[in-house]
């Protein structure tokens, strides 16, 4: 399943697939999973699902996720309702499609469509579980800001200075042009900035590395992990 589903698995070495496979079994063990929309789940979903949310603690610790409680699996987008306030204060509802989201409570909601070919396709950028589980990093110290749980002051100043300046450079960016680094999402609030930089961390690596150096090296310290050599290394 993992070498079906999940393309990232064949660029592991023998200690990081043992212990992606220590952790997605702890995970699957210790979720709620239930299947909606009409979807039956199966081994391949929940394995599929749980090694890509494991890959962004592969280097850290599974306890991360302790407070994520339970994953909702519909079998492709769903409609949720939507509710939005402007700045007059206008309250607007309605019904949006959606892929996934991520709630403060613990929980995790996905299309498996969209799980499965985000770990099939390694490198197009777009990964719905990296995204909807690096909220739920960010979301472990209760507050939706985009900074998770850092080591000190100093890891705190560092990731406000640099994440910061990568959030107003995409902001400028898109005004004058689409970013050809960063998806135009990111560009939200800071806590979509974090996912979706995440998503071309783990998807983009080189490429991300080479545009925005900065912001590669701070990932690459918080996640513990550098895809970008990983894969030049099993390429080469």
Same mark, same amino acid.
């Given at each position: ?9 064949? &660029? ?5 697939? &043992? ?17 909606? @929309? @009409?979807?039956?789940? %199966? ?17 850290? %610790? ?7 409680? =339970? *994953? ?22 309605? *019904? ?22 985000? @770990? ?35 890891? /705190?100043?560092?990731? &406000? ?6 959030? !107003? ?6 005004? &004058? @042009? ?12 800071? =806590?979509?900035?974090? =996912?979706?930089?995440? !998503? ?5 690596? *080189? ?15 918080? /996640? ?6 990983? *894969? ?5």
């Amino acid at each position: 399943m993992l070498r079906r589903d999940v393309a990232f698995y064949a &660029t592991l070495d023998d200690r990081e697939r &043992t212990k992606l496979e220590d952790d997605l079994r702890v995970f699957v063990a210790e979720k709620s999973w239930e299947g909606c @929309g @009409g979807l039956t789940l %199966s081994d391949a979903i929940t394995v599929t699902v749980s090694a890509q949310a494991c890959l962004l603690v592969l280097n850290r %610790s599974i306890d991360e996720y302790d407070h994520v409680r =339970a *994953i909702l699996v519909y079998p492709q987008a769903y409609l949720a309702p939507n509710r939005q306030v402007d700045a007059s204060g206008v309250v607007s509802e309605g *019904i949006s499609g959606r892929e996934g989201e991520a709630w403060s409570r613990g929980t995790v909601v996905l299309s498996w469509a969209d799980a499965r070919e985000g @770990g099939r396709l390694e490198h197009d950028g777009r990964n719905l579980v990296f995204h909807e589980f690096a909220h739920q990093l960010d979301m472990a110290d209760h507050v939706v800001d985009g900074t998770p749980v850092l080591d000190d002051r100093a890891a /705190y100043d560092r990731w &406000t200075r640099v994440m910061t300046a990568e959030y !107003e450079r995409l902001q400028r960016a898109l005004e &004058t @042009g689409a970013d050809p680094v960063i998806d135009p999402y990111g560009a939200t609030d800071e =806590a979509e900035f974090f =996912a979706v930089a995440t !998503e071309t961390f783990f998807e983009r690596p *080189i490429f991300l590395r080479s545009q925005r150096p900065a912001l590669y090296d701070l990932l690459l310290d918080y /996640y513990r992990q550098d895809p970008a050599s990983r *894969i030049e290394r099993t390429t080469a």
